[in-house]
């Protein structure tokens, strides 16, 4: 038992971490839900990515990264904004060109430093281990305002996931809720790159949440679940990295991810049991 325990009860840091990695969780599975439903993977991978520029630029000028992430995450949401409306080109390819485009310029800033070797490294995988009170409340905050938005805007954002136009006819208006959505997703990722890194906060949006789309039938259960899931990823995945000398995050993200194989293994499984005993029950009646 002490082996499950004593990491975290003898130890601060990793009890920070834990707390830490349960925000992350919380609040991924909020957003990570609709991500899902909606297909916005790539709009999150992309957001993920395309604040690492702001971030170096504000860790060069001795500013807090949150503050060149949020900024960063605001020229992107309003780039790809601008580019789909004023021109014929997808909203795929708007935000292609923008992720692209922030990542090199993140390169080039991170590569005019020396001395900046370590900070990007914290940047792309993130700095578990060193989490401080104040980045508890900070990521509290983010859990709270990303909550609150999902429950108002729970109905919209479920309907634009199953068909834009039947939310149009409820009476919403899809380019305000979509942009909604976009600032919840880039919220969470402002939030979450401290803990997991930018490179990896992708990992614990899809990854939970896709576990929670192959067990559950409604939103609110997929949710719960994702967050099930997510907080099991970060305390297991905490646990190997303390025992195995791991890298933190990493480990986290991978455990999310084999948690997710695993499910969607089983579930293949039970499906093929259950298209197997299908004829044979036909069999039965009829010789009855």
């Not at 949020?70 to 795929?92: E, F, N, Q, W, Y």
């Not at 005019?112 to 578990?128: A, H, K, M, Q």
């Not at 719960?224 to 933190?248: E, M, R, W």
Request: hydrophobic letters at 55%; glycine letters at 10%.
């Amino acid at each position: 038992m002490d082996w499950y325990i004593e990491p975290f009860s003898a130890n601060e840091f990793m009890r920070n971490a834990l707390f830490a990695s349960v925000l992350v969780a919380l609040v991924c599975a909020v957003s990570g839900t609709y991500v899902v439903l909606r297909g916005l993977a790539f709009v999150g991978d992309a957001l993920a990515h395309g604040v690492i520029p702001g971030i170096a630029i504000a860790l060069l000028a001795g500013v807090s990264g949150v503050v060149g992430a949020a900024v960063s995450a605001v020229v992107m949401m309003g780039g790809v904004t601008l580019i789909t409306r004023r021109s014929r080109l997808s909203g795929d390819t708007a935000i292609g060109l923008l992720f692209v485009g922030m990542l090199a310029l993140g390169v080039i800033v991170t590569s005019r430093s020396e001395s900046f070797v370590g900070d990007i490294t914290r940047i792309l995988f993130g700095e578990l281990l060193g989490v401080s009170s104040r980045d508890l409340w900070w990521q509290l905050a983010a859990l709270g305002t990303v909550g609150a938005v999902a429950r108002i805007a729970h109905r919209p954002f479920v309907l634009m996931s199953l068909d834009e136009g039947l939310a149009r006819t409820s009476g919403y208006s899809t380019s305000l809720f979509h942009g909604l959505l976009l600032a919840m997703v880039a919220l969470t990722v402002v939030a979450s790159f401290r803990t997991v890194g930018t490179l990896l906060v992708l990992g614990m949006l899809i990854a939970p949440a896709a576990s929670g789309a192959l067990l559950a039938r409604r939103v609110s259960t997929m949710m719960a679940i994702a967050a099930g899931y997510g907080v099991g990823a970060g305390y297991l995945g905490l646990l190997a990295s303390y025992h195995f000398d791991l890298a933190s995050g990493a480990s986290i993200v991978l455990t999310a991810v084999v948690l997710f194989a695993i499910t969607a293994a089983v579930k293949a499984l039970a499906s093929r049991r259950d298209d197997d005993e299908i004829p044979h029950q036909h069999v039965h009646v009829h010789t009855h």
